[in-house]
């Protein structure tokens, strides 16, 4: 059964320790719960309708369709579903890139902490960039 005021997370993430540990992290929070996961951005295509997220959190570096590909996929069937590209790459072109596919947000995976916050922004259809990324 559903939580009331409960945020629902899909985590596209290949690398199986980090998908575990966005799992915990964001299943910590009272307001947010992982509602399935994915290894691929094709696995996520695949199992989107079904896990009915609020929104969609995505590595950029994916095998096979990648998370700027994913993002531009899913704004096309589900435009009004928020995805953010979560990714280890703190060049700024590439939240420009991810922005310009369709994302909600750019969060690097450095600062956990600033992760939840950016989740709640998103929510409320704000556009987040992390901080390191911001002029």
Do not use: W
Not at 26 to 54: F, K, R, Y
Not at 102 to 126: C, F, H, S
């Amino acid at each position: 059964m559903a939580k009331e005021n409960v945020a629902r997370i899909f985590v596209v993430e290949d690398h199986l320790i980090m998908q575990e540990m966005l799992n915990e992290f964001i299943s910590q929070e009272a307001d947010l719960e992982v509602c399935a996961t994915a290894s691929s951005g094709e696995a996520a295509l695949e199992n989107l309708a079904e896990a009915s997220p609020d929104l969609v959190l995505i590595d950029l570096s994916l095998p096979g369709l990648s998370g700027l590909d994913l993002v531009t996929s899913l704004k096309a069937r589900y435009p009004e579903l928020p995805c953010a590209i979560l990714s280890g790459h703190g060049e700024r072109h590439y939240a420009e890139q991810a922005m310009a596919a369709g994302a909600q947000g750019y969060v690097l995976k450095g600062d956990p902490d600033e992760l939840p916050l950016a989740i709640r922004l998103m929510m409320q259809g704000e556009r987040y960039i992390s901080k390191a990324l911001q002029y």
